[in-house]
Structures are given as structure tokens and as C-alpha cells.
């Protein structure tokens, strides 16, 4: 195999679609003809028409091939990650089902042409469990497989990656139902998984299609929980459910979304986490027709802090606040803490009226003063807080400009008024 060549072509395909957004993305993945999975198909035979016969597919030339896309391309981007991923996944069920029509069909005396490398049709193929080829090739393949009858729902067979990876054996789980039960033991979860897949299962049937995948959170015989997304193929009266462990890919996609919220600086949330954060709020208050109440923080006389002690100290002096008011406020669960833009700080209150939102702020206040951050080119001698509050009481005035507003002016009479102090907007 020319490597380098196929790297490349896996490269360009990525290339192709890189440019479009993540949920744009899934939207393809999800649609089982897609112009995206019907490319990846034929990225695959393309690679595979340089093998002379069929039987000497390997899936670890292709998959080593990925990986080392993977590395070469260097790249923090969401959607090119997204795609290589995808790709991976794609190569190990297309692989796995092209080689077990091949397997299945020599034992039957048919040929199978270059033509029909695509799995798309779907054709059912023949089933003969008593094969011990094809009971090497569902051994050996290296994810976990379930083969279910769905006239009984019994578990025909599992493979060994399976046993592995989840713990059980078919003694443990001789049909769906004890599948179902070990793998999602509470009860309300368990109907969403049934309902979610038997929808997934109806339509592949009624459409001629894939198992679109479906990701569930299973529980091991050991009791640990493990992220899976589970697709799949039906063959004439019988299914074969695919897993794909993605609990490192969710936790990746967790840690970029935390870093896509996090301040750098100060170590909280940004502003953009906090526009979402009020957005949600605002809509709560809608339905719970409760008080939510903002504290507007402004740090007195930081530009002349910055400028005197230069910016290494700024920053450093902005860390120790922020900390701060999150500490100030941590005893308070739903309270919600962010940095709003330069040296201004936010406090987000849920359910909280004027004379709780005082308090924290007075709470914040005395910790702040008790921090004791030497200023100098103040009249007090060291770093100080200016405030202002606003609540909204009223769902229908819970516009976010309306609010951030009027706590903006509320800050702008406690500087007025000689810093160091608190105001509570009335309006």
C-alpha cells in the first residue's frame, strides 16, 4: 500500500469538510446517506482496491493509517478532531461487516465482485454460526460485539472485547432483557435507553438503513460507568449491536468547552459563559417567577494600579480578586461568579432579593478589605471595591440589557459617590 498516498487522500477528505461547524457535522454523521459517509465509503475502496484479493484485508494497516493522520495533523480544530474520529469509527464496522459478507459468501460459492466492496445496500448475509471462521473473525475484530435474534431476544453470541470491557459473559446476560437490566439498572434511565433504541432499531428496518448510533451510558459488571455509543446492523432476524467507547472523547469535549468558558486570567468564567449563564437564568425566572439579583463589581483605581506597578502585578492583582469574590460566595450553591470585561466582576444571584444580594456584596467587600492589596495611589492605601445592585422581580422586565443595565448604573453611583461603597439600584 502506497502510504503516503492514502494518507494524503484521507487528508484532503478531512480538508473537505473541515470547514463546516460541528453540529453541521453530526447532522451528516447522523444521516446514514450523507454525502459524507457515502465519500468516507469510498475513501475505503479506493484504499482497498490495492489488495489483489479479499481475503488478505487487514484492519491494522488502515487503522495505523488513521492514527497517523491523527499526529500529522497537528491541529487543535473541533471538526478535523471530530472527522478523524468519525473516520475510525466508520473503518471499524465497514471493515468488520465487508468482511464478514466476504468470509460468509466463500463458504456459499459466491463471488463477490469489486463492485459490491459497499455496504450500503445492506443485504442480509448468510448466517451460519457454525463457521469457525467466522467465529474467528467476531473473536479477533477489536470492539465490542453482541449478536441478538429479535424473533427471541436471546444474546447469540458475544465477543471476547466485549467480555473484557463490560465484564459479562453470556451466562450473565443470555438475552436482551438481562442485558438491559445489569447494563442500565435504574429503572427510569433504562426506559429512555429501551425507547431510544427500539426507535433507532424501527427505523433502520423500516428504511432499509444502519443502526444509527445512539450514546448511553452503561454500567459494568464491576459497578463503573463507561460511555458507549452503540449502532448497529440487522441481518434478516438478527442483529448486531456495535460499541465504541467515547468517554474520553466526551471528556475532551467537556474539557474544550470549559476552556471555551473559563477566563485564563482569573481562573473563573468569562463573559461569554456568563451571557449564557444569565440567558438561562432569565428563562427559569420565567417559570419560577422568583428574584434574581446582580452584583456589578468594579476594582477602584486599577488603571493607576496598573500603571504604577506595572502589569505582571495587574494581573496577579486581578487573580487575588477574583479568587476572592469566589470564595466569598461559594458557601451560596446557585450563586454564579464570572469575570464581565478588564477589572469589573459579576455576581449572578438566583432567588435572591436586594437584602440577600447586600449581604453578599458586603460579604465580598470585607474580603476584599481583608486581602489588604497594598495601593498606594489611593487616599485608603490599598485595593478597594465599588458595587451595584440590581433585582429583577418582575419576569417581564427580565431583559438582559434592561438588567445589566441598570446594575451598570448602579456601579456608576457608588464611583460617584466616592468609591469603596455599595449602591442597590431602586428602579
Not at 205 to 210: A, Y
Not at 256 to 262: G, I
Not at 395 to 423: E, H, M, S, W
Amino acid at each position: 500500500m502506497d502510504y503516503i498516498f492514502y494518507q494524503q487522500s484521507i487528508i484532503n477528505f478531512i480538508a473537505q469538510y473541515a470547514g463546516n461547524s460541528k453540529s453541521q457535522l453530526t447532522a451528516m454523521v447522523d444521516d446514514t446517506r450523507s454525502i459524507l459517509r457515502v465519500d468516507a465509503y469510498r475513501l475505503f475502496e479506493n484504499i482497498l482496491l490495492n489488495y489483489q484479493q479479499l481475503g488478505v484485508i487487514e484492519y491494522s494497516k488502515v487503522d495505523c493509517l488513521l492514527k497517523s493522520v491523527a499526529v500529522n495533523l497537528k491541529t487543535s480544530s473541533e471538526s478535523e478532531y471530530f472527522l478523524v474520529s468519525q473516520l475510525a469509527t466508520w473503518w471499524q464496522e465497514w471493515h468488520f461487516a465487508l468482511s464478514m459478507r466476504v468470509k460468509t459468501s466463500q463458504h456459499n460459492a459466491v463471488i463477490v465482485q469489486n463492485s459490491d466492496y459497499s455496504t450500503q445496500d445492506n443485504k442480509p448475509l448468510t448466517r451460519q454460526h457454525d463457521l469457525s471462521e467466522y467465529v474467528n473473525l467476531f473473536t479477533q475484530v477489536p470492539i465490542p460485539l453482541c449478536n441478538v435474534c429479535m424473533l427471541t431476544e436471546n444474546i447469540i453470541r458475544i465477543n471476547q472485547r466485549f467480555v473484557d470491557v463490560f465484564g459479562y459473559t453470556v451466562d450473565d446476560v443470555p438475552t436482551l432483557n438481562d442485558w438491559w437490566l445489569n447494563a442500565y439498572p435504574d429503572p427510569h434511565y433504562l426506559m429512555w435507553v429501551r425507547q431510544t433504541w427500539q426507535q433507532a432499531l424501527s427505523f433502520a428496518l423500516e428504511n432499509d438503513t444502519d443502526i444509527e448510533p445512539q450514546v448511553y451510558c452503561v454500567t459494568c459488571k464491576d459497578g463503573s460507568h463507561i460511555m458507549m455509543e452503540i449502532s448497529g446492523r440487522y441481518f434478516r432476524h438478527e442483529f448486531l449491536a456495535i460499541f465504541k467507547d467515547v468517554t474520553q472523547h466526551l471528556a475532551a469535549e467537556d474539557t474544550l468547552r470549559d476552556m471555551a468558558f473559563l477566563d485564563s486570567l482569573t481562573q473563573i468564567a468569562n463573559r461569554r459563559c456568563f451571557d449564557e449563564k444569565l440567558a438561562n437564568e432569565l428563562e427559569l425566572m420565567n417559570k419560577k417567577i422568583k428574584p434574581l439579583s446582580m452584583i456589578l463589581i468594579d476594582i477602584d483605581y486599577f488603571k493607576q494600579y496598573n500603571d504604577n506597578y506595572g502589569h505582571i502585578k495587574g494581573d496577579e492583582c486581578l487573580y487575588q480578586i477574583a479568587q476572592c469574590i469566589a470564595v466569598a460566595t461559594m458557601n451560596h450553591e446557585k450563586d454564579f461568579v464570572a469575570r464581565f470585561g478588564g477589572e469589573e466582576f459579576v455576581v449572578l444571584l438566583p432567588e435572591a432579593d436586594p437584602k440577600k444580594a447586600l449581604h453578599s456584596a458586603l460579604q465580598i467587600q470585607q474580603a476584599v478589605n481583608q486581602l489588604a492589596i497594598k495601593h498606594e495611589y489611593t487616599d485608603i492605601g490599598y485595593i478597594t471595591l465599588s458595587m451595584g445592585i440590581k433585582t429583577l422581580h418582575n419576569p417581564q422586565t427580565g431583559d438582559y440589557i434592561y438588567f445589566a443595565d441598570a446594575a451598570d448604573k448602579a456601579l456608576y453611583q457608588a464611583k460617584r459617590q466616592g468609591r469603596n461603597c455599595i449602591v442597590v439600584s431602586e428602579d
